[in-house]
């Protein structure tokens, strides 16, 4: 008899993702409270102190975020493989809204900052952030059909998958060939360890912390070899049992979910969203970079993401989320534009010198709540709206 399909960490934690979203939420605010209050000066000094060769925050950025990032590309390849991703049709709509959902949001950006220093930018809206999003959706509870939950889950696992690529492809400073040449020859010897069927998570992990050491070193960002280590593990213990929920992949991924939800992720938040808004001039809130990454999330993304998926139903291509209806998907469309924590983590890829730190901050944490409060209302207002309607067309 065939074996239950076990579902991925995405889709049996949607509401340990959702709860980890408002923990998120809740370090944002803390942040921001402490870099408005007598306690400012001990956080950006703390934030800063060097432990060994790097600063706490960077630590924090290319150290801990590196375990956020194998996550990512473990759901990612689970997605692909086994799970909502796993076929041509499964992928058309979350791709296409995910495409559209970043270049819309990319041109929105260029056109306050196109031809200036700060073009360098573009990707920070492009982002969306699954724990921020799926913990409104939280707050909404039943009254969001759980195809739009999937559909939202899917979304931000393509967005994430683009989000890695413009990261090594964009973000990447001087290549020190010798450093890439043997972080090459350890991802090397990682997928021979798959070749050869070994299960045990110990020589990927230990050779996944050499792989972090020598992309860090080689000028390519330390956490694309988070990406890469999660491609390397295996999927499945034996080929003839290609669903246990005993496979490597299946382990490190459950393993890992509560301590990214609840602890890195937040660490994150509170160590990059303080902004200080005592004294703020109004050239930072209409600085293009505020301009362009705040709209870039709000309208950008909730443009290109409903405008693909109302293309691809038009053409036939895919179908819109079962039992959703169109002012549902809307709402849906506008939570993408919540693009907290990987817009935050591009943003400070971009401006690597802290030149637009805030511009950058305030836009994210603009664009994010408008979009988060906009989409809440959307998605709380529909049901209602298709209730009446049902009842109009019934009388």
Not at 135 to 162: E, M
Not at 365 to 370: A, N, R, T
Request: include cysteine.
């Amino acid at each position: 008899m065939r074996q239950a399909r076990p579902l991925s960490a995405i889709r049996t934690a949607l509401t340990s993702e959702a709860s980890g979203g408002l923990v998120l939420m809740a370090a944002a605010a803390l942040a921001l409270v402490v870099a408005n209050s007598p306690l400012a000066e001990a956080y950006a000094h703390a934030l800063h102190v060097h432990l060994g060769p790097l600063s706490l925050l960077h630590w924090i950025n290319d150290g801990l975020m590196v375990v956020f990032f194998l996550l990512v590309g473990l759901e990612i390849k689970r997605e692909a493989l086994d799970g909502r991703l796993r076929t041509w049709p499964d992928r058309v709509l979350p791709g296409l809204a995910a495409l559209g959902g970043m270049a819309v949001p990319a041109l929105v950006y260029l056109a306050f900052n196109v031809g200036a220093p700060t073009a360098r930018g573009w990707a920070i809206p492009a982002a969306t952030d699954i724990a921020f999003a799926l913990g409104v959706l939280a707050l909404l509870g039943p009254r969001v059909p759980i195809s739009l939950k999937v559909f939202l889950s899917a979304v931000a696992i393509v967005d994430d998958l683009g989000a890695v690529i413009i990261i090594a492809l964009f973000y990447t400073g001087g290549l020190d060939l010798p450093m890439l040449a043997l972080a090459a020859a350890t991802l090397a010897i990682l997928v021979a360890l798959n070749r050869f069927g070994v299960t045990r998570l110990a020589p990927y992990l230990l050779l996944g912390a050499v792989l972090w050491f020598l992309v860090l070193r080689s000028g390519v960002h330390a956490t694309v070899a988070g990406v890469l280590l999660a491609l390397t593990v295996p999927i499945r213990p034996s080929p003839g049992r290609p669903e246990d929920p005993s496979s490597p992949l299946h382990r490190l991924e459950h393993a890992l979910t509560p301590w990214v939800t609840y602890a890195i992720v937040p660490v994150f938040g509170f160590a990059n969203a303080g902004v200080s808004l005592g004294g703020l001039a109004p050239d930072a809130v209409l600085h293009p970079v505020t301009l362009g990454v705040a709209l870039g999330l709000f309208l950008g993304k909730q443009v290109g993401v409903f405008a693909s998926v109302r293309l691809a139903a038009a053409t036939g291509i895919a179908q819109r989320p079962a039992g959703a209806s169109w002012a549902q998907v809307y709402g849906v469309a506008v939570l993408c534009g919540i693009g907290f924590t990987m817009s935050l983590f591009i943003g400070g890829l971009a401006f690597a010198d802290a030149a637009h730190a805030t511009e950058t901050k305030l836009g994210v944490l603009g664009g994010s709540i408008l979009s988060g409060l906009v989409g809440a209302a959307l998605l709380g207002l529909a049901p209602v709206r298709a209730r009446v309607a049902a009842r109009a067309g019934a009388d």
